[in-house]
């Protein structure tokens, strides 16, 4: 490793300013401080000393992300080797594509009970979004960084993971593409770069692709990788639900008890399976890649929250606007809403919630930075995640545009928070 520091050392004047390479001094030295602590340090008595820098905080957030990912990755695998048995049982027997091709060659045999068949078919799915999101996202980066004469920082780790967790397994790896571009671009190169975009990177991506490309993104046939099926996810179903205007049953979770699912083209294989609130918060179900699990969610929590990196109050915020919006709503439903008469505990196990609330809305630099102000961010996420949920019938993951919604309010939040608090202040000096 010394001949490896020496070597860096020997040509760091050619990226230096002045030197004959300095344009690429960006690239230089994002290979540096990867492989190396950054040998400068803070000088005088008015610096905070403090052993966590941008680099540690992002690996962090992608350690706690590790869980999520993993278990997304066999579940993809596990929801396709699970419907291609189907097929087989009713004697139709799939003809995969290239994904196939090579999860047959490396000796697989597309068999749900097998951990290790369900987790390699997933990888080779998930992978290739990720490195093509990790590629594109990366290298228009590298592009403004050399532009500006600026650090690449290593914010763009963690965006290049979340993005594609919050992406169905099928999607085509073009509009992966075109959604982190937009994103990098639109939401964060334009404002400045890392620590100046108000809007989280990965989610204006998502944004993007669900109104640009619904079709891949939404509906009812994308959420399993294998061509031809079609099926709900659990919000989709619970969202279709008819009203029980007695009120004697929770519509909504009661049609997740038959999930309709098919397979084929002209004569499909149809089947149904139930969603469980077990099975929903443990993530085996339809949805996209890293957000099924509520469990492996929490367990992410846990890292952040135990490493200091992610706001336990913003996560508690959340978890307290949807209950308290939840229990609302249970109380003025009528029954002529099934979403409306869903529980809270239920709004945390189904769809992106979990993950949104631990990943995107702790997110340091589009969220609120005052410590009361992250109460009231957090819990406007909440509210606004349920009443998106439940009042607008054509969009029941409501946690994206919450989020978003979220961050454009939390400069605003933390305005009236310091104003409140400057107020107190004056009124309390005044008085003595």
């Not at 078919?121 to 590298?142: D, K, N, R, T």
């Not at 639900?241 to 309709?260: C, F, M, R, Y």
Request: proline share 5%; net charge negative; with cysteine.
């Amino acid at each position: 490793m010394k001949a490896l520091r020496d070597a860096l050392d020997k040509v760091h004047p050619l990226f230096a300013k002045g030197g004959p390479l300095q344009i690429a001094y960006p690239m230089y030295e994002a290979l540096d401080t990867f492989l190396y602590t950054p040998g400068e340090v803070a000088h005088g008595k008015t610096h905070v000393r403090d052993t966590i820098d941008l680099k540690r905080m992002m690996i962090t957030v992608v350690m706690a992300l590790v869980p999520a990912t993993l278990f997304g990755m066999w579940n993809v695998g596990y929801q396709a080797n699970l419907a291609i048995q189907q097929a087989a049982e009713a004697g139709e027997l799939y003809q995969g594509g290239l994904y196939y091709d090579f999860h047959h060659w490396l000796g697989f045999a597309n068999d749900p009970s097998n951990i290790t068949d369900c987790f390699f078919l997933g990888a080779i799915h998930f992978l290739p979004m990720y490195i093509v999101c990790m590629f594109v996202g990366g290298h228009i980066e590298l592009v403004f960084s050399v532009l500006r004469g600026h650090e690449i920082n290593e914010g763009f780790l963690v965006t290049g993971l979340l993005f594609p967790l919050t992406l169905p397994a099928s999607i085509p790896l073009w509009q992966v593409a075109v959604g982190i571009s937009f994103g990098v671009i639109v939401a964060k190169e334009v404002f400045g770069g890392t620590g100046r975009n108000f809007l989280n990177v990965a989610l204006t991506s998502r944004a993007f692709l669900y109104f640009a490309y619904a079709g891949q993104i939404s509906g009812d046939k994308v959420w399993t990788a294998v061509d031809g099926f079609s099926g709900a996810t659990a919000l989709g179903q619970m969202a279709a639900a008819t009203p029980d205007p007695s009120g004697e049953t929770n519509a909504a979770i009661a049609s997740l008890q038959s999930v309709p699912y098919a397979l084929g083209q002209a004569d499909p294989v149809t089947w149904t399976e139930p969603i469980t609130l077990t099975s929903a918060f443990l993530g085996t179900i339809q949805g996209c890649v890293g957000e099924t699990s509520t469990l492996m969610c929490f367990i992410g929590a846990a890292i952040l929250i135990g490493t200091g990196i992610g706001s336990w109050k913003i996560m508690a915020g959340v978890l307290g606007g949807v209950t308290a919006t939840a229990l609302f709503l249970n109380g003025v439903s009528g029954h002529t809403n099934p979403m409306m008469d869903v529980p809270f505990y239920w709004h945390f196990a189904v769809g992106g919630l979990a993950f949104g609330l631990v990943f995107m809305a702790t997110d340091p630099v589009s969220a609120s930075m005052t410590e009361t102000g992250k109460w009231i961010y957090g819990g406007l996420i909440g509210f606004m995640t349920v009443l998106i949920r439940c009042i607008n019938p054509a969009f029941p993951e409501g946690i994206m545009l919450a989020i978003l919604f979220g961050n454009v309010f939390a400069p605003l939040i933390d305005y009236f928070v310091v104003s409140m608090n400057v107020r107190r202040r004056m009124a309390r000096y005044a008085a003595t």
